[in-house]
T-cell receptor
């Protein structure tokens, strides 16, 4: 079956620290992989995506590489800011559907000044 | 106008009430979605509409009734809900259903509390 596993939060870091949020998946076929972010009081926004193995998605200083050999799509940022505090969701697309996403449970990130 | 607008932002209702959630998208998209977001659980897809036709009803109880009168508007009609239905209900839209890498655009949600 298809599933997404994210590290449990909250993750608490100081400003300018290095960030990694782990995401691993199981899937049939060749899914696309996504990171969405939800800021307090808002809906989710697409942060980045990758559609095939070894692709790197990047946006706003965040990066994630589609690793088929380790079935992972870890989110990284070199230097976090207080404004990065949010909940981050990893998701994959089902091979047999154009609209069904399989979501992780989300990881809350707290950045302290 | 933001891309996807949901009203109301907050709703408290009793188990015998009938209420409706509204979603409007200003992006010219052809597909709209209802999701349920509960604390510490993955998002649950409830319904999907493409060009005003329902293409997914994800085993959702009949106390939730969607309506899509046109490609810009989506409603979720609620009646005789249970306390476990309390959650954040998110509306989303996408250009269509043509690929597995479609970007979803979300509204800010309606926080529903069922007493």
């Amino acid at each position: 079956g298809n599933s997404v596993t994210q590290m449990e939060g909250p993750v608490t870091l100081s400003e300018e620290a290095f960030l990694t949020i782990n995401c691993t998946y199981t899937a049939t076929g060749y899914p696309s992989l996504f990171w969405y972010v939800q800021y307090p009081g808002e809906g989710l926004q697409l942060l980045l995506k990758a559609t095939k193995a070894d692709d790197k998605g990047s946006n706003k200083g965040f990066e994630a590489t589609y690793r088929k050999e380790t079935t992972s799509f870890h989110l990284e940022k070199g230097s976090v800011q207080v404004s990065d505090s949010a909940v981050y969701f990893c998701a994959l697309s089902r091979a047999d559907s154009n609209y069904q996403l399989i979501w992780g449970a989300g990881t809350k990130l707290i950045i302290k000044p | 106008e933001t891309g996807v607008t949901q009203t109301p932002r907050h709703l408290v209702m009793g188990m015998t009430n009938k209420k409706s959630l509204k979603c409007e998208q200003h992006l010219g998209h052809n597909a709209m979605y209802w999701y349920k977001q509960s604390a510490k659980k993955p998002l649950e897809l409830m319904f999907v509409y493409s060009l005003e036709e329902r293409v997914e009803n994800n085993s959702v109880p009949s106390r939730f009734s969607p309506e899509c009168p046109n490609s810009s508007h989506l409603f979720l009609h609620l009646h005789t809900l249970q306390p476990e239905d309390s959650a954040l209900y998110l509306c989303a839209s996408s250009q269509g259903l043509r690929s597995r890498s479609e970007k979803l655009f979300f509204g800010s949600g309606t926080q529903l509390s069922v007493l």
